[in-house]
């Protein structure tokens, strides 16, 4: 059940002496149905390795594997093409067409993956009635369940968010996450979410703690620490 699983993935950024080490050789497992949160300091190589789990980058060594198919090995075109059919991402930002209705941006991530019934999730997001509206009209919880319906629309096997409530208030960032989790339980997605919030983390399976581009510490929900 190793849905995804990323082996000793490296990252630098930049070259010779300014080069900065965001992974330095990462390991970690997904399984289907996992919720894995990932914590730590500004700078500790959070969003680098988001990144490179969802395919958004390529490590410079390491394997990034789908159900034991190494996306990090594919040339940059079935790369992003995976990417664009079978992944889910979310941002603090929600990157919605502007000029599209609430309607039209979902159908946009189902076509992506060639799927047909992205209506009811909208209406699992409690959109159903806003189907016209365009991203202007609507608040920015609003905008980003819009954003979580255009992700999961191409039903996903794993959807990333990085810090996805940060420019939500507390009480909007609180509801976006409970259907998040309502839609997990329904649709069965892995989640692996970038977050500060000690809240979210609690409800997570797993607790990874990222410092200075390493996997410092694993916490099972109602197990014991692992420490490295
Ligand atoms: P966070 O700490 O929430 O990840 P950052 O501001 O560190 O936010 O990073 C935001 C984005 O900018 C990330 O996708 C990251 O890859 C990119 N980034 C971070 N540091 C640098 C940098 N020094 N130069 C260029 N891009 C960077
Ligand atoms: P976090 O998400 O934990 O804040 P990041 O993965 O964004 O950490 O960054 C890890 C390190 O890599 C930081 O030192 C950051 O400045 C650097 N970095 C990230 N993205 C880039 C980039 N595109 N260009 C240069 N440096 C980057």
Do not use: W
């Not at 929600?94 to 076509?111: F, I, Q, R």
């Not at 209406?123 to 980003?144: N, R």
Request: with cysteine.
């Amino acid at each position: 059940n190793k849905m995804l699983e990323i082996i000793k993935a490296m990252k630098s950024y930049g070259v010779g002496d300014s080069a900065t080490a965001a992974l330095k050789g990462v390991s970690l497992t997904v399984k289907n149905g996992d919720f894995i949160v990932l914590l730590g300091a500004s700078g500790s190589g959070k969003s680098t390795l988001l990144n490179i789990m969802s395919g958004l980058e390529r490590p410079d060594s390491g394997a990034v594997k789908y159900d034991g198919k190494d996306i990090a090995a594919l040339p940059d075109k079935e790369m992003t093409a995976f990417r664009k059919e079978k992944v889910g991402f979310i941002f603090q930002q929600y990157y919605l067409m502007p000029g599209l209705s609430v309607d039209k941006n979902v159908k946009m991530g189902a076509d992506l993956a060639g799927n047909r019934d992205y209506r009811k999730i909208i209406d699992a997001v409690g959109l159903g009635g806003k189907l016209g509206k365009l991203p202007f009209e609507l608040s920015g919880g609003e905008q980003q369940r819009v954003s979580i319906a255009r992700a999961l629309a191409k039903k996903p096997k794993v959807l990333f968010l990085d810090e996805p409530t940060g420019a939500l208030d507390e009480e909007t960032g609180r509801q976006i996450l409970d259907y998040i989790c309502v839609l997990q339980k329904e649709l069965g997605f892995s989640l692996v979410m970038v977050t500060h919030n000690v809240n979210i983390a609690e409800m997570a399976h797993e607790v990874v703690r990222m410092n200075s581009g390493n996997i410092v510490e694993t916490v099972h929900n109602n197990e014991q620490k692992t420490a490295y």
